[in-house]
T-cell receptor, first 111, second 117 residues
Framework: SQQGEEDPQALSIQEGENATMNCSYK?????LQWYRQNSGRGLVHLIL?????REKHSGRLRVTLDTSKKSSSLLITASRAADTASYFC???????????FGKGTRLSVIA | GAVVSQHPSWVICKSGTSVKIECRSL??????MFWYRQFPKQSLMLMAT?????????EQGVEKDKFLINHASLTLSTLTVTSAHPEDSSFYIC?????????????FGPGTRLTVL
């Protein structure tokens, strides 16, 4: 079963603009992670934010987490054509449970 | 970081044949591995959880007799798609968690694209 719902499902922006993707989930979590996937390729881990954290940065990426609303956002600043990919949030719980993925957002950055 | 490999990276087979996909943790021991399936333009769906030395736990709707999982060692899990049919064509991704599952990091393999003719 899927835990998260990303929004929007698809996003098209111009190079240099910021891209914001949102993720909502249903159950309590230990952490939330964001992944990128280029078409037909494997997953690339972007960032992990723990349930006791509210915001995290990594380069041009900024992730927020609101556990009261069970939601997270991924902001990519100054987007580049190479950022074109699908982005998935995945929630992790404690113990030996697997990550559960959201449906993903397909981002297209137009040069 | 830890590396997970998959072999083969792609495979084409005839309907009715069986295909084995290997998932290896290259520089760490993985007591638990997970198998996901991804259809085009969709998300990853968990198929099963594979624990070393014990039977796999399958998600609802996944046929255990069709998708045979073996986790014989701490660095290798295999997924065998038996009597494959065109609807089994998909991208199969494994992941491995180091240790006893207390770490937050789940490392993913590069995926195997299966096409059944």
């Amino acid at each position: 079963s899927q835990q998260g719902e990303e929004d929007p499902q698809a996003l098209s922006i111009q190079e240099g603009e910021n891209a914001t993707m949102n993720c909502s989930y249903k159950t309590s979590i230990n952490n939330l992670q964001w992944y990128r996937q280029n078409s037909g390729r494997g997953l690339v881990h972007l960032i992990l934010i723990r349930s006791n954290e509210r915001e995290k940065h990594s380069g041009r990426l900024r992730v927020t987490l609101d556990t009261s609303k069970k939601s997270s956002s991924l902001l990519i600043t100054a987007s580049r054509a190479a950022d074109t990919a699908s982005y998935f949030c995945a929630t992790g719980q404690t113990g030996n449970t697997p990550l559960v993925f959201g449906k993903g957002t397909r981002l297209s950055v137009i040069a | 970081g830890a590396v997970v490999s998959q072999h083969p990276s792609w495979v084409i087979c005839k309907s009715g044949t069986s295909v084995k996909i290997e998932c290896r943790s290259l520089d760490f021991q993985a007591t638990t591995m997970f198998w996901y399936r991804q259809f085009p333009k969709q998300s990853l769906m968990l198929m099963a959880t594979s624990n070393e030395g014990s039977k796999a736990t399958y998600e609802q709707g996944v046929e255990k007799d069709k998708f045979l999982i073996n986790h014989a060692s701490l660095t290798l899990s295999t997924l065998t798609v038996t009597s494959a049919h065109p609807e089994d064509s998909s991208f199969y991704i494994c992941s491995a968690r180091e240790g006893q599952g207390l770490t937050d990091t789940q490392y993913f393999g590069p995926g195997t694209r299966l096409t059944v003719l």
